[in-house]
């Protein structure tokens, strides 16, 4: 991302200050608050949509739908949905906007993901302030962020703004610098927050003592883009000695949910309202996670098929948020294994071999479990050992066990673990669906 002007940065800044008290309570607010801030949202971008976006209102009229429907959130499930292919078609054709001046002055975001298909995502800059509050919702998560706490992304590209009238301080390092140079940095700049991805952080672990990984004395650690397991994120808490927890956003619908501490994942409803839809578009409790971006009317997201496999559910929290939940955040679809007739979804996968390996205390650093063929498993694995044969067929004689009978399994010991060009990597991946 660009960074912002002065004037941009001070718009948006003084937009964030004025906005904050309402963003802040809005997570412990009432369902009929947050619900009548919803339509009222979606409601004013389904107009804008139909007004300056061909693609919307070809699909709307060819669904004998218009804004003008949309007289409760319930409505909103006669609109159709979009799916990523579709929306790359109609921003390269620039069918999105008929009117330029909603991409003048804009932010432009990339979003590559793991499917590799790279979708180019443009923000309105009197807009960003709400993504400002959502982020800094995240990194006060526990409710102790200071103004002096400096954070530190290691991320795939830097925010538009580096502080906020100076408090609230920023780095950035890029996934894709060297692991010992990384480290070099975090020891110097020594933040309080570290917001980076879970391959990375395992990475990072297997190169300093723990001595040195207390010593940071980080008030949380942040993970995204990529899944982590709560037996992974806890042995990751255990060695840095600091809550580590999970937040899943994308570049699409921006801050989506965070997990508070009591391990609770909180969907942010005031950024982006959530439904899960099953293959037949009907409302379901677990399937595919289909969003609005509430705040982006330069590349309006409505109905959004992300890709992701989820649950959504109701609930109280001790920590008091009275949100919608994300209580179950599966993996992305086409990731999900078809093996013997039988579905395993990548949290599934992801768990259930992580547990494997606490249990039978393999010295494994990391894995990347990978299905290469209708019937075949590969699991890539980094020792903590030099010591490898033995290892392997162990590994794989409890593999077997665990994925369906008839599947054939290979377990390859490296040093370089299947990767996105971008750094990004996920530890569960189809190449079937590719
Ligand atoms: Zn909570």
């Known amino acids: ?31 009929a608050h947050i619900e009548r801030f919803q339509f009222n949202r979606i409601r004013k971008l389904l107009f804008h949509a139909y007004t300056h976006s061909e693609f919307y209102r070809t699909k709307y009229r060819a669904a004998g739908i218009h804004p003008r429907d949309f007289q409760s959130l319930g409505d909103l499930i006669h609109f159709p949905t979009v799916s990523k292919d579709e929306m790359i078609q109609a921003i390269s054709a620039n069918a999105l906007h008929s009117n330029s001046k909603f991409g003048q002055g804009s932010i432009e975001s990339v979003s590559s993901g793991s499917s590799g298909k790279v979708i180019r995502v443009s923000h309105n800059v009197n807009e960003t302030h709400a993504y400002a509050v959502g982020r800094y919702r995240i990194l006060n998560m526990r409710r102790n962020l200071s103004p002096f706490d400096k954070t530190l992304y290691v991320y795939t590209s830097e925010f538009p703004a580096r502080s906020f009238f100076g408090f609230y301080r920023s780095y950035f390092i890029s996934t894709l610098n060297d692991i010992t140079d990384t480290i070099q940095k975090i020891m110097h700049i020594r933040p ?16 300093i003592p723990l001595t040195q990984a207390r010593g940071l004395k980080l008030k949380l650690i942040s993970l995204n883009s990529e899944m982590s397991s709560a037996a992974q994120r806890a042995a990751l808490a255990e060695f840095f000695g600091c809550p580590v927890l999970d937040e899943y956003s994308t570049e699409e619908l921006g801050w989506v949910a965070a997990e508070c501490s009591h391990g609770t994942y909180h969907v942010w409803e005031d950024m982006a309202y959530l439904e899960i839809l099953d293959d037949s578009d009907e409302r379901r409790i677990t399937g595919e996670i289909v969003g609005t971006n509430l705040h982006n009317f330069a590349t309006p997201f409505i109905r959004y098929r ?40 990548p949290a599934y996968l992801l768990d259930t071999v992580y547990n494997l390996l606490l249990v039978d205390r393999f010295p494994i650093a990391d894995f990347c479990l990978i299905q ?29 066990n665990l994925l369906p009978s008839g599947t054939r399994v290979q377990v390859e010991i490296t040093n370089t673990l299947l990767k996105t060009l971008t750094g990004k990597r996920n530890p569960i991946i189809s190449l079937l669906s590719q």
């Open 306 to 345: 992300q890709g992701d496999l989820g649950t959504l559910g109701t609930g109280s929290c001790a920590c008091g948020r009275s949100t919608i939940q994300l209580t179950g955040l599966l993996g992305r679809r086409n990731d999900s294994f078809v093996l013997n007739g039988q579905t395993l979804t």
């Open 372 to 400: 290469d063929a209708q019937d075949s498993v590969r699991m890539q694995l980094v020792l903590q050992v030099a010591r490898a044969d033995d290892i392997a067929s162990e590994v794989k004689r409890s593999l077997q």
């Open 1 to 31: 991302m660009r960074r912002f002007s002065t004037g941009e940065y001070l718009g948006a800044a003084l937009r964030a200050a004025f906005v904050a008290p309402a963003y802040l309570l809005r997570p412990y607010r009432s369902r």
């Open 192 to 207: 309080a927050v570290l917001c980076i991805y879970p391959s990375h952080l395992f990475e990072i672990a297997r190169h």
